[in-house]
């Protein structure tokens, strides 16, 4: 099979054995490798021909997707397509008229996505064309990440690449013989047409539909073979500083000493690599090694801050850059970058005490407040990064994030006084930000000629530099800046908004706990506290079935801000149990509140027996029952965008663990990681949080307990003690002395430690031994930071 980039300089190579090529190198942007655009197949395709067949315009009939909540699957409620959701009513459908099914897999902020839909979903004849050759559906990734982690393990491992959209055609048993990504509607030089592939599909199934069954089940059983994850005769889990050494190397190398992060470009936001960064260099803090970590965190975390993936106008990340730069980004905004970026530099500044930092964390959970917060305290999943650029014009991405000269002048026309040339302060602001006449947006990273003329805001000078350039005061400089942003931030309220994707997951509302959570504790403000508790309290309310135990994985925004949930409901996936309880764990941690500890433990029982491999170890990522009828269980083993629910779930078995004192957490994290072994050994540096959760395996976890009244000062000034140092290997534990309380009944021997003289007290226990008390928090300090 041929294998050909929407680029003439890039030749991927060529397979033997397939004759169907590659569509254009795209995913859900042009811009992004790791989404490119590919046709795999099981199976030799003949070639087809090309043909001119422009869109009619649709006629507005719904589909049966209008029933559906998912904002992905309405976006595609009026297409000329009979499509179905994934369900049991499609399956028998395609058994019965012995159709092949084609799956179409995106999310309702996805670039290429819309393109697709655009291009190839409203046109007449390829509706037909679907809605008579095959059964056609649609599915939501972040409704159903199983179905598409399935698929998608296909497409990578039959091509050169994944992404979305993806597109999979399947038996009528749901066995994949041919997958892609993006298609073009039509042939091109290099790219084959989504009417072709249909067509040639077409044809193979009516001429050699069981090669194409005899193959699609060769491709489903090595595919098991190879995602295996299990055990085997391994009694224990690799030597943690052996990957460890392993894992810094690999980043070592492939680190940008100019830029900050780890790749070319296109460049994504990395906080599972941050965080291991510093917490290698916590190990490692006497050692050369140990300090190019934390430099190459701290180092990466600042270029972002400054560059144009971050929101200087609004705050908050887009989704990743498209240079080595960090300046021209994807503009869809995600929730689940914001929640690990907020922790992220919230972490940074602990380490330095540095405020850049903290301050980047604090813009962060206000834009999530601002624009991504449901009224009840759950949050939203993303903002799209296209919108129009006026109201009644076609959408364009990054139309409301950028800004032309002219515009800057006229909301900024002030002159800057003091300064020692004449000065405005939108020319201050432009000078400081890199704007220029003609747009500091490079054509290469503008294929389709959308953002002429335009610029992304991207920190050019320090402040020191900008005051010194124009002989002014460093402070009236940050004044003036920060004045002419607020202006901008108003002016841009009246331009129209992306599309806001309100579907909250509880996943990702787990992160987005955790974020509030830690950036509170850390910065001492219980009014972030606050929004972490709500966030839970939503949570509890709207996405837990009481009777059950479950989680469900969606609700969605009503009318009238209501909450809605879909009938049957979406129950929850491995990551919607490891992401909740780590953000309850944090939680907890953060408010000393023990109700949400004791939640965290019994989701932590349900996720157990929902999807624990109690024989080869590890958790699978859907349930058994749910997942009925895909070709695969698998269990995700790489820490990317998010971190993997295995490698999340070992840390919040060993939180558990000093949290309780069960040994059945610590057996199944030692189950969990020797199960992970081969993953990790082969390739440490795509699971560097397992890493992490490996090393503090292999360490000693620290209680930390203070004994006091939670609302008492000398109590929460302890805390904050605790809170201000970086210690990610270890459990705060407050003991009010009541012995029926949780924490009492869970760990005997709490009762054993005393207050000093009616003062809050902290003790620091190791391995089943404690310090001498302590009620100095500068004391507590210097031990917990030597």
Known sequence: MSHLSSSPKKHK???????????????????????SATVSSSVPMPAGGKGSHPSSTPQRVPNRLIHEKSPYLLQHAYNPVDWYPWGQEAFDKARKENKPIFLSVGYSTCHWCHMMEEESFQNEEIGRLLSEDFVSVKVDREERPDVDKVYMTFVQATSSGGGWPMNV???????????????????????????????????????????????????????????EISMGDRQLPPSAATMNNRCFQQLNEGYD????????????????????????????????????????????????????????????????????????????????????????????????????????????????????????????????????????????????????????????????????????SGQLLMKHYGLTEAGNISPSQDPKGELQGQNVLTVRYSLELTAARFGLDVEAVRTLLNTGLEKLFQARKHRPKPHLDSKMLAAWNGLMVSGYAVTGAVLGQDRLINYATNGAKFLKRHMFDVASGRLMRTCYTGSGGTVEHSNPPCWGFLEDYAFVVRGLLDLYEASQESAWLEWALRLQDTQDRLFWDSQGGGYFCNEAELGAGLPLRLKDDQDGAEPSANSVSAHNLLRLHGFTGHKDWMDKC???LTAFSERMRRVPVALPEMV???????????????CGDRQAKDTKAL?????????????????????????????????????LEDQATAYVCENQACSMPITDPCELRKLLHP
């Open 13 to 35: 190579g060529e397979h033997k054995g397939h004759s169907l090529p590659h569509g254009s190198e795209r995913g859900s942007s042009s811009r992004d490798k790791d989404r």
């Open 719 to 755: 805390v904050q003690c605790v809170h201000s140092v970086y210690i990610p290997n270890k459990v705060l534990i407050l003991a009010d002395g009541d012995p029926s309380s949780f924490l009492s009944r869970q760990l005997p021997f709490l009762s054993t430690l005393r207050r």
């Open 169 to 227: 055609w399947l038996t009528p048993n749901l066995q994949p013989f041919v997958g892609g990504t993006y298609f073009p509607p039509e042939d091109g030089l290099t790219r084959v047409g989504f009417r072709t592939v249909l067509l040639r599909i077409r044809e193979q199934w009516k001429q050699n539909k069981n090669t194409l069954l005899e193959n699609s089940q060769r491709v489903t059983t090595a595919l098991l073979a190879r995602s």
């Open 670 to 672: 030692v189950c969990l």
């Open 692 to 706: 992490r959760a490996l090393s503090a395996q292999q360490q000693t976890l620290k209680q930390i307990v203070i």
């Open 257 to 424: 000493e100019e830029y900050g992060g780890f790749a070319e470009a296109p460049k994504f936001p990395t906080p599972v690599i941050l965080s291991f960064l510093f917490s290698y260099w916590l190990s490692h803090q006497l050692t050369q090694d140990g300090s190019r970590a934390q430099q190459m965190a701290l180092h990466t975390l600042k270029m972002m801050a400054n560059g144009g993936i971050r929101d200087h106008v609004g705050q908050g990340f887009h989704r990743y850059s498209t240079d080595c730069q960090w300046h021209v980004p994807h503009f869809e905004k995600m929730l689940y970058d914001q929640a690990q970026l907020a922790v992220a530099y919230s972490q940074a500044f602990q380490i330095s005490g540095d405020e850049f930092y903290s301050d980047v964390a604090k813009g962060i959970l206000q834009y999530v407040a601002r624009s991504l917060s449901h009224r009840s305290g759950g949050f939203y999943s993303a903002e799209d990064a296209d919108s129009p650029p006026e109201r009644g014009m076609r959408p364009k991405e990054g139309a409301y994030y950028v800004w032309t000269v002219k515009e800057v002048q006229q909301l900024l026309p002030e002159p800057v006084l003091g300064a020692t040339e004449p000065l405005t």
